[in-house]
């Protein structure tokens, strides 16, 4: 299984983004994904998760109503459209997999770097 995120880069605060995750390797009915995000000198947090099958989502409280995950299940890529940047949304971003009955998440992808200006 790969899972190759892309899209990141160098934002002005207000400004948006869109995140991908391309999946590859397998089918992912029964699993969950995820988007993860890491700032400096602090612990990676969930930010988004997205049921493969059924689309329901969640979002983190400090990201709802700005960022929104979907997943496109013909092009087998998960996204990440993240509106109204902020500077503390600066981090490398994570997409990961996880199959609903694990307790741990299963695959991870390479991150991708995003930094918001002031």
């Known amino acids: 299984v790969q899972l190759q995120a892309s899209g990141g880069g160098l934002v002005q605060a207000g400004g948006s983004l869109r995140l991908s995750c391309a999946a590859s390797g397998r089918t992912f009915s029964g699993y969950r994904m995820g988007w993860f995000r890491q700032a400096p000198g602090k612990e990676r947090d969930v930010v988004a998760r997205?049921?493969?099958?059924?689309?329901?989502?969640y979002h983190a409280d400090s990201v709802k109503g700005r960022f929104t995950i979907s997943r496109d299940v013909a092009k087998n890529t998960v996204y990440l459209q993240m509106n109204s940047l902020k500077p503390e949304d600066t981090a490398v971003y994570y997409c990961?997999?996880?199959?609903?009955?694990?307790?741990?998440?299963?695959?991870w992808g390479q991150g991708t770097l995003v930094t918001v200006s002031s």
């Open positions: 990961a997999a996880q199959r609903i009955v694990s307790d741990t998440w299963d695959y």
């Open positions: 997205i049921l493969w099958s059924s689309g329901n989502t």
